[in-house]
């Protein structure tokens, strides 16, 4: 891949987790609100382009045997870094995500980064992919949150988009709306690309 | 056996380095941590018991240790008199974890102005209700020179029903500040009128 | 604290799967066929039941005396990690039979994340020792029933017609969107 492909895969080709079936978990515990899905986004994104430059840097330096061990401390470290930053800058945020920012962790999107790209990567690509991916995991996030919080709450970041006559179907911040609302993107994401001809999931 | 040594010398080094970036950046934000910390949970219960904005109250910070706790103490201050005390004390034995409590007292009288709740980890609907003010205005007026306790127990205090544990978690985070206002007082208002008259003076002499 | 309402919460009302989202890859992963759920259910509830042991031990007795419980994040994954290759090890040499059927998931469960969740929820509703196992092995216990529920489900679900582009994950999500609502049933036992 070059540059410009790389900048711009996560934005479509490989949308996470739309047709890069990972991080499903963030997806769906975070997305109650528009707010929550943006600021999930961002903190996976930081994390994302600092592993995947570091990953990099060190790919030759890094023995085989140890790879993993090896991500897995970079990773886990930004994402301390993140946690910690968050409670001093945006603490309401932080208590609002609670857990799942220590969960960054375990999100299969950094790590498969890692593996699948920056340990065999130039830094600048890796940087690239990991804003690519990162901002499309950013969109789909913001994208569920905007949905489930319009429909559910009658807002958007907390403006108010219905008249007071609307009653929100409160189901959808909840979790089982939060599976269905996933589900049904997925179908229509995926009935989009097969009318357009591209490959979609399908297993 | 090289390439053993090989791996756990690579590991050990990314593994200092990363403790070494954790170190910097917990030690350059921990102020800035504390600092929120204050204003978005313990902000809103000061709040209401003083009916003052938040802002000027947090910075008027004391911590008073007592054994191996510490205990956060807010004042108020009006024409060179102390009006206000809130001390924040962990209740234990809440039905699931600590309930931390705000007691304000006015020194003057020694009279509870009121108890808030800081946070609380107990049943929605049950142990909750510990928030409600029908429960909590039970505090207000006490005179905080003995330990209180539940009807059940001997005492004055009703509990609610079905919470028995948050409600003694309640009472017994009273009782810590009543043991520690007792052996703590004088000192507490000691260091208060110390920072104070420092302020003053330097603000006269200006 | 009643010991048998938290076992009650934590695999029905509070299912760690279907109501705080944890563990949603595998999930969707091997749930396919009724075989691999059994070998994953059991695998979690092994693994997760010792890494919270390991990990609230580490907590409490090394991470808080120091000062040091911002670094729980990392020094949780480390342990996680380290265990499950242990455990792969220690299974490997034991007992053919089950390093067989249970092998191929050890790798998958240090990133999953309902390992790592229960560990963090532990800590944040301070669990002493005894609750501290009962929480982990139930939850895990939890995430065992739904994924072989599932899996029953999606066995059926291969051979009816679905729509082409909701095949697949798609379908499944809905269907795990339907088996949460019916979870949300229980919401009100432990209260």
């Not at chain 1, 961002?42 to 990099?56: E, G, P, R």
């Not at chain 1, 108010?160 to 909840?174: I, L, Y």
């Not at chain 3, 002493?128 to 999606?154: K, N, T």
Request: with cysteine.
């Amino acid at each position: 891949m070059n540059f410009r492909q790389t900048l711009t895969h996560g934005l479509w080709r490989d949308l996470p987790p739309f047709r890069m079936v990972l991080g499903l978990c963030p997806t769906l515990a975070v997305t109650a609100t528009a707010e929550n899905g943006l600021g999930m986004g961002i903190a996976v994104t930081f994390v994302l382009i600092f592993s995947n430059m570091f990953i990099s840097l060190l790919r030759k330096v890094i023995p085989d045997k140890v790879r993993i061990a090896s991500y897995i401390v970079v990773i886990a470290t930004l994402v301390v870094i993140v946690e910690l930053a968050m409670k001093a800058f945006f603490f309401p945020l932080s208590q609002q995500l609670g857990i799942y920012i220590p969960l960054i962790v375990v999100n299969c999107i950094i790590l498969g980064r890692a593996e699948a790209f920056a340990s065999r990567n130039p830094v600048h690509l890796s940087m690239a992919d990991g804003l690519s991916v990162g901002l499309g995991f950013s969109i789909s996030l913001t994208l569920v949150g905007s949905i489930r919080e319009i429909l559910g709450v009658g807002t958007w970041f907390g403006m108010a988009v219905f008249p007071d006559s609307f009653e929100p179907f409160g189901f959808m911040v909840q979790a089982p709306g939060a599976f269905l609302c996933l589900g049904l993107l997925l179908g229509l994401m995926n009935a989009w690309s097969r009318r357009r001809g591209e490959f979609f999931i399908q297993t | 056996m090289r390439e053993i040594a090989h791996l756990v010398l690579v590991l050990g080094v990314i593994c200092s380095l990363s403790a070494a970036a954790l170190a910097y950046v917990r030690t350059s934000l921990a102020g800035r941590i504390e600092m929120q910390e204050d204003f978005y949970v313990r902000g809103p219960a000061l709040e209401r018991l003083f009916k003052q904005p938040a802002e000027g109250l947090l910075t008027e910070k004391l911590t008073v240790p007592v054994g191996d706790q510490t205990y956060p103490v807010f004042y108020l201050r009006e024409a060179g008199e102390v009006t206000g005390l809130a001390v924040e004390a962990a209740g234990h034995g809440g039905y699931s974890g600590d309930i931390v409590i705000m007691i304000g007292l006015d020194p003057r009288d020694d009279r509870v102005l009121g108890v808030e709740i800081v946070s609380h980890s107990e049943t929605p609907g049950v142990g909750a209700k510990v928030e409600l003010a029908s429960f909590r205005q039970q505090w207000t007026g006490l005179t905080l020179d003995q330990p209180v306790s539940l009807t059940s127990d001997g005492g004055g205090i009703d509990a609610i029903t079905g919470a028995t544990f948050s409600s003694r978690a309640m009472v017994d985070g009273t009782n810590q500040v009543v043991e520690m206002l007792r052996d703590h007082r004088q000192e507490i208002l000691l260091l208060i009128e110390e920072r104070s008259s420092g302020g003053a003076v330097s603000g006269g002499e200006g | 604290m009643d010991l048998f309402l938290l076992v009650i919460g934590s695999i029905f009302v509070n299912n760690i799967l279907l109501a705080q989202y944890l563990g949603n890859c595998p999930f969707c992963g091997v749930s396919k066929k009724l075989g691999p759920a059994i070998g994953m259910g059991v695998a979690v509830i092994f693994v997760s039941t010792l890494a919270s042991i390991f990990t609230w031990i580490v907590y409490h007795y090394l991470l808080e005396p120091q000062g040091l419980e911002y670094l729980k994040t990392l020094v949780f994954i480390l342990v996680i990690a380290a265990l499950v290759q242990f455990v792969e090890i220690f299974i490997k040499k034991q007992s053919k039979g089950l390093y067989d059927s249970l092998g191929i998931f050890l790798p998958l469960i240090t990133t999953n994340c309902a390992v790592m969740g229960i560990a963090l929820l532990n800590i944040k509703h301070g669990f002493d020792f005894v609750e501290m196992i009962v929480f982990s092995a139930s939850s895990a216990a939890g995430f065992a029933l739904a994924i072989l529920l599932f899996a029953s489900v999606r066995e059926r679900l291969f051979i009816s017609s679905v729509p082409v582009a909701m095949r697949g994950t798609a379908i499944a999500l809905v269907t795990a969107g339907v088996m949460s609502l019916a979870f949300m049933g229980f919401a009100g036992m432990t209260n």
